[in-house]
């Protein structure tokens, strides 16, 4: 006879409520006034002295910028229906969005770009980038791809990254952002790996001079030192969480030489 392991509870909707509304540093009168309900109703929800109806909770999410991901936990705690939808990039009912993602990959071509879902796991990518990674470790270059663990591994690109100090405080910063307004657990452990991998033996200061409006990634590579700068794409009225949680980086050349050689590279 086998022992049967009790599944782990839900926490109650009001905690999961409290802890968001504490988590954006909103009193109770702060949220209350923003969602359009008594602070003394607000209270008895997050006590579980009162349930939210459907639309309240809806409203106290928007509120508290929520993610859809996390919204279906809401939900689910108060006992409704997940609201939000996940589905692969690659299903028929996303093709639009999907053919959207391919169109800005490849314009961006000779420059680098790449989607990425939460956890900064690699979901498409254009011609520019396996140039970048080519030689490196199989096992870190083999999918699914971690782009932040390959950018900072010592087996990875770190050891061509002429100003890695710069860069790699550039993406614990990122990451503790992602983590400040999603409080993704695997973001954190993430974050936790990244930091336990050695830090550069010296400074920065024999990288080129960088642009002074962002961070870039410098690359030292065969035809030289390669400087970009990064953006950020999402899509602006998700509602899907495979959407809500797609983000497009697109590298720019940050000085002639970079665009004359990305041309010539991805031309050859």
């Known amino acids: 006879m086998h022992a049967t392991v009790p599944a782990p509870s839900m926490p109650a909707v009001g905690t999961l409520l409290r802890d968001w509304r504490q988590r954006r540093r909103l009193s109770q009168l702060d949220l209350?006034?923003?969602?359009?309900?008594?602070?003394?109703?607000?209270?008895?929800?997050?006590?579980?002295?009162?349930?939210?109806?459907?639309?309240?909770?809806?409203?106290?999410?928007?509120?508290?910028?929520?993610?859809?991901?996390?919204?279906?936990?809401?939900?689910?705690?108060?006992?409704?229906?997940?609201?939000?939808?996940?589905?692969?990039?690659?299903?028929?009912?996303?093709?639009?969005?999907?053919?959207?993602?391919?169109?800005?990959?490849?314009?961006?071509?000779?420059?680098?770009?790449?989607?990425?879902?939460?956890?900064?796991?690699?979901?498409?990518?254009?011609?520019?980038?396996?140039?970048?990674?080519?030689?490196?470790?199989?096992?870190?270059?083999?999918?699914?791809?971690n782009v932040l663990r390959l950018s900072l591994h010592p087996d990875g690109l770190a050891p061509r990254i002429v100003n890695l100090g710069q860069w790699r405080e550039h993406v614990f910063a990122r990451l503790r952002q992602q983590i400040a307004a999603s409080a993704d657990p695997v973001l954190v452990e993430l974050l936790h790996e990244l930091e336990s991998f050695p830090a550069p033996a010296s400074d920065d200061s024999n990288a080129p001079p960088p642009p002074p409006f962002a961070v870039p990634l410098q690359l030292r590579t065969e035809t030289g030192v390669l400087s970009f700068i990064g953006t950020t794409t999402v899509f602006g009225t998700p509602v899907d969480i495979t959407l809500a949680e797609l983000a497009l980086e697109t590298f720019f050349p940050a000085d002639a030489a970079t665009a004359a050689a990305l041309r010539g590279l991805v031309g050859a």
């Open 32 to 145: 209350a006034v923003e969602a359009d309900v008594s602070t003394r109703h607000l209270s008895y929800v997050e006590t579980g002295r009162a349930s939210p109806s459907r639309e309240m909770l809806m409203r106290l999410a928007e509120r508290l910028d929520v993610p859809l991901r996390e919204r279906n936990t809401l939900l689910t705690a108060a006992g409704f229906a997940p609201m939000y939808r996940e589905r692969s990039l690659d299903d028929p009912s996303l093709a639009a969005a999907r053919e959207a993602v391919d169109l800005v990959l490849r314009g961006h071509e000779p420059f680098p770009a790449l989607a990425i879902d939460r956890h900064w796991t690699m979901l498409a990518h254009n011609r520019s980038v396996p140039l970048l990674m080519a030689g490196l470790d199989a096992a870190l270059a083999a999918p699914p791809v």
